[in-house]
């Protein structure tokens, strides 16, 4: 089956600089790569997703990029506030099912 | 609310005892999945529901684990005779037919078995 490896497990930054989370997976049939952010006492919550036909996509200040042939991928966060804080997962999704990484908690110091 | 709905969100049990949970789905959401996420990890695949047909479930779920979504809309969890090691958050995520990529998960079920 497939593998989710997630780098960091904490990460502490200051409001206002980027923070940087990478994932790599070991099965080449995943094919779509989602990313979940979740707060304390809550269900994980999408918050950007990629296929596995595009390198990079953006949505305000959340980036998430692809590099297919080394089979990893990132979420950026640039400009971060203290509302960032919380756990963030990446997945891959080589089928029907969902393969998740072990987390990112992630800290924004005001 | 339209999201997605689970209850109870917390439940205490003695080991040895039976316990149901039940998802919600978000309306018109054919596909729906059982995940468990321990402390400190990811959600781990449980099972997995098209409508009303469980098409897949994960080779660590025990025989101990039953699921149901007898009529395509709400689903139901069961353990039976729990152990301490089943001491874990529930997740229930639904999935729109034709974004089958997309989840969107529910609050979760706390159970703790002492």
């Known amino acids: 089956g497939e593998n989710v490896e997630q780098h960091p497990s904490t990460l502490s930054v200051q409001e206002g600089d980027s923070a940087v989370i990478k994932c790599t997976y070991s099965?080449?049939?995943?094919?779509?790569f989602p990313w979940y952010k979740q707060e304390l006492g809550k269900g994980p919550q999408l918050i950007i997703d990629?296929?596995?036909?595009?390198g990079e996509k953006k949505d305000q200040r959340i980036a998430v990029t692809l590099n297919k042939t080394a089979k990893h991928f990132s979420l950026h966060i640039t400009e971060t506030q203290p509302e960032d804080s919380a756990v963030y997962f990446c997945a891959a999704r080589p089928g029907n099912q969902f393969y998740f990484g072990t987390g990112t908690s992630l800290t924004v110091i005001p | 609310d339209t999201g997605v709905s689970q209850d109870p969100r917390h439940k205490i049990t003695k080991r040895g005892q039976n316990v149901t949970f039940r998802c919600d789905p978000i309306s018109e959401h054919n596909r729906l999945y059982w995940y468990r996420q321990t402390l400190g990890q990811g959600p781990e695949f449980l099972t997995y529901f098209q409508n009303e047909a469980q098409l897949e479930k994960s080779r660590l779920l025990s025989d101990r684990f039953s699921a149901e979504r007898p009529k395509g809309s709400f689903s139901t969890l069961e353990i039976q005779r729990t152990e301490q090691g089943d001491s874990a958050m529930y997740l229930c995520?639904?999935?729109?037919?034709?974004?089958?990529?997309?989840?969107?998960f529910g609050p979760g079920t706390r159970l703790t078995v002492t």
């Open positions: 995520a639904s999935t729109p037919s034709g974004r089958l990529y997309e989840q969107y």
């Open positions: 099965d080449s049939a995943s094919n779509y």
């Open positions: 990629i296929r596995s036909n595009v």
